[in-house]
């Protein structure tokens, strides 16, 4: 059973950091692609920033410059390293993982979301 969790998130104000993790534990082959989303009050969730799993990343113009993503594939781990947050950067931030595992007929890739952890940044 495959498990992912994020972290890090909290309440900073305007033009502070936060560095948001996203560990993934379990039965894993290899992890391809891992991807931060975010969903704000009454919007739809939105694609923050990708990575895959060769390290090609991948950012929302609203977050290019601002926002960093990178991976540490010993410790099956992402990170979203948060720089210069604006208010209209609070949201409930969840990350999604394609996990490789192994199945009686061969490898296969399954999508795991992780529960959401909350950016709250102050004006």
């Known amino acids: 059973q495959v498990q992912v969790v994020e972290s890090g998130g909290g309440l900073v104000q305007a033009g502070g950091s936060l560095r948001l993790s996203c560990a993934a534990s379990g039965s894993i082959f290899s992890i391809n692609a891992m991807d931060w989303y975010r969903q704000a009050p009454g919007a739809q969730r939105e694609l923050v920033a990708a990575?895959?799993?060769?390290?090609?990343?991948n950012y929302a113009d609203s977050v290019k410059g601002r926002f960093t993503i990178s991976r540490d594939n010993a410790k099956n781990t992402a990170y979203l390293q948060m720089n210069g947050l604006k208010p209209e950067d609070t949201a409930v931030y969840y990350c999604n993982a394609l996990i490789n595992e192994r199945r009686p007929w061969g490898i296969r890739e399954f999508s795991y979301w992780g529960q959401g952890t909350q950016v709250t940044v102050s004006s």
């Open positions: 990575i895959t799993g060769s390290g090609r990343t």
